[in-house]
């Protein structure tokens, strides 16, 4: 049981967490990075990989706050421990089934249907893990280490945004017992990892289980974003998980509807230009989907680096306002999504693409803080709940929205992403002030 005194965990077991945290999220991007060249491979609809996206985000966005719930009364190690197992059941099942396609076992549609089923499983069960993870770390620790603690835990999804895409290529494997494994190949390593944490949680993390009635931790858990390409942490699970839930506020209150609209938008143009890049790379460059796998990883990579360039290293530096956060970031990011739509070499896709991720990485900050401060200290944790729901919101609607504007035109997803992005900074200019929303325009 997690001890009354809140003391500093040790640092073998907070590693441990960070951990679990990491091989979620680059597991997660790893298997998304080579979904577009997946589906071109089994002769699926782009459409088809979109719904592959969109169910499990909106099975996490529903079940996260379940879960997180059932962690405050039955245990972090139980919850962690069946969010590993979610996600390795769910990992395994879709590379048996992709491997089963590719090696003309079942048909391709077959295939890549069954492997959606097999994300139900992981967007159910594998949102567990997180708000557990977060919940033992903000118990184990003093009122002066949680917030520095949970921040450097939250990074582990930044981090495993651009491990993901990064071991991807390396990933890709040949055959095995005369089976042809090959782009399923991270699927069933990125199984394998989850495994091997699952066992170490199993070992290293003590059992904390209390009695029916009895107080858990001054903590509580808190659901968390939807770890996916574009999904950056912005801090609104730590402060969701660890500040006052006293106050109640509505989706529709004045002090915070402005900061939302701006997180629905903004947060929908990121995924629009996040989930089809892999498709640009191969259609604009004219690949063969397998040999696509490395020039989509260096993309992501380049686009992930920027974000977390923004958010580590020049917001900190500038100390810029939520609205001017908001204002730079959707200028720079309108700008890098319409080139990004006009790029014809890998060149120009990259450094289009990771302007508009360094765009991207000064907006979700921007919302979150101007949602902050637009309350009082009773609604943090209201307030954080809602912003965390918005930014896993977006991965259920935004991959299909992309990928319908993609059939129009290759550069129509950015197109309509920059568009948005000018008509949110207009909006955001007249009707945004730092902490409040202009009356008239609300």
């Known amino acids: 049981m997690i001890g009354a005194v809140a003391r500093k965990p040790p640092d073998r077991r907070f590693a441990l967490l960070f951990g679990v945290m990491l091989t979620i999220a680059a597991g997660n991007t790893a298997l998304q990075s080579v979904l577009p060249a997946l589906g071109r491979e089994l002769g699926v609809a782009d459409s088809a990989v979109a719904a592959a ?217 990121q995924v629009m230009a996040s989930q089809v890049v892999g498709f640009l790379v191969i259609d604009r460059l004219h690949l063969a989907p397998a040999a696509a796998l490395e020039p989509t990883a260096i993309v992501l990579m380049m686009g992930a680096g920027a974000t977390l360039l923004a958010q580590w290293g020049i917001i900190p530096l500038l100390d810029l306002s939520p609205r001017a956060l908001m204002l730079w970031g959707l200028g720079v990011a309108g700008a890098g999504c319409a080139l990004t739509g006009m790029g014809g070499s890998l060149y120009a896709i990259g450094t289009a693409y990771a302007l508009a991720s360094l765009g991207f990485g000064f907006t979700r900050p921007g919302y979150t803080a101007g949602a902050s401060l637009a309350v009082g200290a009773d609604a943090q944790g209201e307030v954080a709940g809602k912003v965390t729901s918005v930014n896993g919101a977006s991965f259920v609607l935004g991959p299909s929205i992309g990928v319908a504007l993609y059939g129009v035109g290759h550069g129509w997803p950015y197109y309509i992403a920059g568009a948005g992005c000018v008509a949110l900074l207009a909006y955001c200019w007249s009707a945004l002030r730092d902490g409040v929303i202009v009356a008239h325009d609300v």
Not at 102 to 119: C, D, E, Q, S
Request: glycine share 14%; proline share 6%.
């Open 53 to 269: 996206f969109s169910v499990s985000a909106l099975l996490w966005v529903i079940a996260a706050p379940f879960w997180a719930t059932r962690s405050d009364r039955h245990g972090r190690r139980a919850m962690i421990l069946l969010g590993l197992a979610g996600y390795v059941v769910s990992l395994s099942t879709c590379g048996a089934f992709l491997a089963a396609g590719i090696n003309g076992w079942i048909a391709g549609g077959t295939a890549f249907g069954l492997f959606i089923a097999g994300r139900l499983i992981y967007g159910t069960f594998g949102a567990a893990a997180p708000p557990a993870v977060q919940a033992l770390v903000a118990g184990e620790t003093s009122p002066e280490e949680r917030t520095r603690a949970l921040t450097l835990l939250a990074s582990a999804f930044g981090l495993g945004t651009i491990l993901g895409p990064a071991v991807a290529p390396y990933l890709v494997l040949g055959s095995i017992a005369g089976v042809r494994i090959a782009l399923a190949g991270p699927a069933f390593v990125a199984a394998l990892a989850g495994a091997g944490m699952w066992i170490a949680v199993r070992v290293m993390l003590p059992d904390d289980r209390v009695t029916a009635g009895a107080p858990h931790a001054a903590a509580h858990g808190a659901a968390s974003a939807y770890p996916s390409i574009g999904g950056e942490p912005t801090g609104a699970s730590v402060r969701a998980a660890t500040a006052s839930h006293a106050e109640k506020v509505g989706w529709l209150d004045p002090r915070i509807r402005g900061w939302m609209v701006a997180g629905v938008v903004s947060g929908h143009a």
